[in-house]
């Protein structure tokens, strides 16, 4: 139920805090233990590469999933979209592990490549939002979104839950594995969740973001580098699924070398900056798009924010902040949407799960 929410998608975006602490609550015990199945811990302390498939949205969710996984259990990670594994299958390493990640646990693209590694002898593992669905039924172990159902064709919570119960399966398995972390990642999930929070609470200012820069747009870009490319490519996806208007995520420094030729005078490009590494090379790439007369739009984290940024996030952790940072890109959807008429809980041509190959 909506209840006083217009959309689904409203209610889904603001959910996220709740999502996030829910899954906090369900993955940790009273001594702030991680309660996981053995049998999955077994599976990612034998594994020699993690491959994570899935699509959209859930792709997206997979390629921080990666940096997670590699950053904190020290295990290669590759990412895949699932409807060209198929047929474009890597060479695979001695003893893969496979995780598909699927809010529906329905999509049919994913399901193929389960089928095709599971004939193979291959681990798999499903993360979704369903347990009693196709993927997760078929899959050897599946982890649970506790996210709540999710209605709204765009995907939002989601996402963040994803990349939650990535983060957690990371920790676990270097937890187990003996490796010492500097910090404590699931007390970070923690202050993303108050942080997530404070973001649901600037909707007002979001409404006005999308309507300074994408009322007339008929293009927009989002760049970003490093973990912020990701999000960059979920925040074009959400844009254009719902808004129609065409959206593109860029690798901040890849713009250069054909994309920045689409520049023109107005075109709204949104740069995230998030991360101290790039963060002078982000905004070296905003002066030049801004240098070839687009309208920039630089949302950037407290401690590293700039004059003239339009809009700062709470700090979080660097590798928790594809969770926050997104909120905005939801939100500028939603409002983008909602500002062309456009049916924000069902786009055209699209359906909540995709059951086709
Ligand atoms: O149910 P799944 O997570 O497997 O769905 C994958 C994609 O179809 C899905 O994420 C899609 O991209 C969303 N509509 C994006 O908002």
């Known amino acids: 139920e909506k209840g006083t929410y217009s959309h689904f998608m409203l209610k889904e975006i603001d959910e996220q805090?709740?999502?996030?602490?829910?899954i906090i609550q369900r993955?940790?015990?009273?001594?702030?233990?991680?309660?996981?199945?053995?049998?999955?811990?077994?599976?990612?302390?034998?594994?020699?590469?993690?491959?994570?498939?899935?699509?959209?949205?859930?792709?997206?969710?997979?390629?921080?999933?990666?940096?997670?996984?590699?950053?904190?259990?020290?295990?290669?990670?590759?990412?895949?979209?699932?409807s060209e594994f198929s047929y474009n299958m890597p060479i695979l390493s001695e003893k893969p592990l496979f995780i598909f990640i699927s809010q529906s646990g329905e999509t049919a693209d994913s399901r193929a490549v389960l089928v095709k590694v599971k004939a193979l002898g291959h681990r798999t593992l499903t993360i979704t939002n369903v347990p009693g669905s196709t993927l997760s039924r078929e899959?050897?172990?599946?982890?649970?979104?506790?996210?709540?159902?999710?209605?709204?064709?765009?995907?939002?919570?989601?996402?963040?839950?994803?990349?939650?119960?990535?983060?957690?399966?990371?920790?676990?398995?270097?937890?187990?594995?003996?490796?010492?972390?500097?910090?404590?990642p699931?007390?970070?999930?923690?202050?993303?969740?108050?942080?997530?929070?404070?973001?649901?609470?600037?909707?007002?200012?979001?409404?006005?973001?999308?309507?300074?820069?994408?009322?007339?747009?008929?293009?927009?870009?989002?760049?970003?580098?490093?973990?912020?490319?990701?999000?960059?490519?979920?925040?074009?996806?959400?844009?254009?699924?719902?808004?129609y208007i065409q959206a593109e995520g860029f690798a901040g420094g890849e713009l250069k070398h054909g994309t920045i030729a689409l520049i023109e005078e107005g075109t709204p490009v949104v740069a995230i900056a998030t991360q101290e590494t790039v963060n002078l090379g982000i905004r070296g790439n905003v002066k030049e798009v801004d240098a070839r007369g687009a309208n920039s739009c630089i949302i950037s984290m407290k401690g590293l924010e700039q004059v003239g940024d339009r809009f700062v996030i709470p700090a979080v952790h660097?590798?928790?902040?594809?969770?926050?940072?997104?909120?905005?890109?939801?939100?500028i959807a939603y409002y983008a949407s909602l500002q062309r008429g456009c049916d924000v809980d069902k786009p055209r041509n699209l359906a909540k799960s995709v059951t086709v190959e």
Not at 213 to 241: H, M, Q, W
């Open 27 to 82: 993955y940790q015990d009273e001594n702030n233990a991680l309660k996981l199945d053995d049998k999955i811990r077994k599976a990612m302390q034998e594994a020699d590469r993690v491959y994570i498939v899935a699509c959209g949205t859930s792709y997206h969710a997979g390629l921080v999933g990666k940096q997670f996984i590699e950053t904190l259990a020290k295990i290669p990670v590759e990412v895949h979209v699932a």
């Open 318 to 331: 660097e590798l928790m902040t594809p969770l926050i940072s997104v909120i905005p890109l939801q939100l």
């Open 17 to 22: 805090p709740f999502v996030i602490r829910k």
């Open 186 to 243: 699931i007390q970070e999930l923690s202050i993303v969740a108050n942080a997530m929070e404070i973001l649901c609470d600037q909707k007002d200012e979001m409404d006005k973001i999308a309507s300074e820069y994408l009322s007339t747009a008929r293009n927009c870009f989002f760049i970003g580098r490093g973990i912020d490319f990701y999000v960059g490519l979920e925040g074009a996806l959400k844009l254009k699924e719902i808004s």
């Open 139 to 184: 899959a050897d172990f599946t982890l649970h979104l506790h996210a709540g159902p999710e209605i709204a064709v765009a995907s939002t919570k989601a996402y963040t839950a994803q990349m939650a119960v990535l983060a957690i399966l990371a920790v676990d398995t270097a937890r187990t594995k003996g490796i010492e972390l500097d910090f404590d």
